[in-house]
C-alpha cells in the first residue's frame, strides 16, 4: 500500500508498476472520478518512454502510444456491459506487443484473459491517495 501526497508521487507509483511490466500485460486501475487514475498512468507511460501527452481518452475508448513498446489507455467509464458492443471493441489496444492500462475496467473484466496487476486509488482527504497494487 502506497499512500501519495501530490500527484508527482502518484506518477512516481505508476512509473514503479510499469518498470515490471511486459508486453501483453494489462493494469487495471480503479477508483473514482479525481482519484488519479490518469495521473498515475501517466506516470507508468512515461517510465515507458512514451513523450506524448497522456490525457483521458475522449470521444473514444481508448488511445495507443508509442514507447519502448506500444502502450495501450483505455478508459470505459461510459460502459456498461460489453454485451451490446462490437465483439472486436477492445482488439486495437489489447494487443501482445502491447502494454495496456484501463480506467474503470469492470465493462471488460470478464474478458480480459490477461491482468497483471491491479491497482486501486481512493481519495484521504485533499491532496492524499491511498493506492494499493496487487499482482496477479
Ligand atoms: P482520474 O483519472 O482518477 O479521474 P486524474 O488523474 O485525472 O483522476 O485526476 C486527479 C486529480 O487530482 C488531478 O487534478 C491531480 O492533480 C489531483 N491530485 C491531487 N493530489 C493527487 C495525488 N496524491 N495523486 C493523484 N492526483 C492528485
Ligand atoms: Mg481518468
Redesign the pocket.
Known amino acids: 500500500m502506497d499512500r ?4 508527482a ?2 506518477e512516481e507509483v505508476g512509473a514503479r508498476i510499469a518498470a515490471s511490466l511486459a508486453p501483453g500485460d494489462v493494469v487495471l486501475v480503479s ?10 498512468i501517466r506516470g507508468a507511460c512515461r517510465e515507458l518512454g512514451v513523450t506524448d501527452p497522456v490525457v ?1 481518452p475522449t470521444f473514444t475508448i481508448g488511445r495507443r502510444y508509442r514507447g519502448r513498446l506500444p502502450v495501450s489507455h483505455l478508459d470505459l467509464y461510459r460502459l456498461e456491459g460489453l454485451q451490446d458492443e462490437d465483439p472486436g471493441l477492445l482488439d486495437d489496444y489489447l494487443t501482445a506487443d502491447a502494454v495496456a492500462f484501463l ?1 474503470w475496467p469492470r465493462a471488460a473484466e470478464p474478458q480480459l484473459e490477461r491482468v497483471a496487476v491491479r491497482v486501486e ?1 481512493t481519495h484521504d482527504g485533499g ?3 491511498v493506492i494499493t497494487v496487487r499482482r496477479t
Request: glycine share 14%; aromatic share 0%; no cysteine.
Open positions: 501519495t501526497s501530490s500527484s508521487e502518484t477508483g473514482e472520478l479525481g482519484a488519479g487514475k490518469t495521473t498515475l483521458s480506467e486509488l491532496d492524499n491517495r
